[in-house]
């Protein structure tokens, strides 16, 4: 969760909202990234989404059986449907999206009963450094 809290940063560098996704297999970070929809002039460009293709391109597999998303921000309905795709195995996130959280805020789409594939979920991780993250982030812009 440390590495995603870095990646979120490099995000807020860049004038991003700061949401930072690490993805693991084998104890190996295979793919890393950032909210980049700005830069990228792409509205999918989340961290999750990013770092799941940087994961897939490194493993030469777009199924991510057994791996591991840290996101320190609680996956949205677009990002949680790719959890599911990609079959990662658990998913790690800091702090919940009250507004458009897709795994246990708004929607259970990660592990719903209803699809194929179900994610393990554990939510809260280092969730006061993520909240304080974007809570300033965002007082910068007011």
């Excluded at 719903?112 to 994610?119: A, E, G, I, P, Y």
């Amino acid at each position: 969760m440390h590495q995603a809290l870095e990646a979120a940063r490099q995000g807020e560098r860049e004038g991003e909202v700061p949401v930072g996704a690490v993805v693991t297999l084998g104890g190996e970070i295979v793919g890393r990234a950032w909210n980049a929809p700005i830069a990228h002039c792409d509205p999918t460009a989340h961290a999750e989404i990013l770092a799941l293709r940087e994961a897939a391109s490194r493993t030469a597999n777009y199924r991510l059986e057994g791996a591991t998303l840290y996101c320190t921000l609680e996956p949205c309905v677009m990002c949680a449907g790719a959890l599911v795709a990609a079959r990662v195995r658990r998913l790690v996130f800091g702090a919940r999206d009250l507004r458009f959280g897709g795994v246990r805020s708004k929607f259970r789409i990660a592990d719903s009963d209803t699809l194929n594939h179900r994610v393990e979920v554990v939510e809260g991780v280092l969730g006061a450094e993520c909240v304080e993250l974007l809570r300033g982030f965002f007082e910068k812009l007011r």
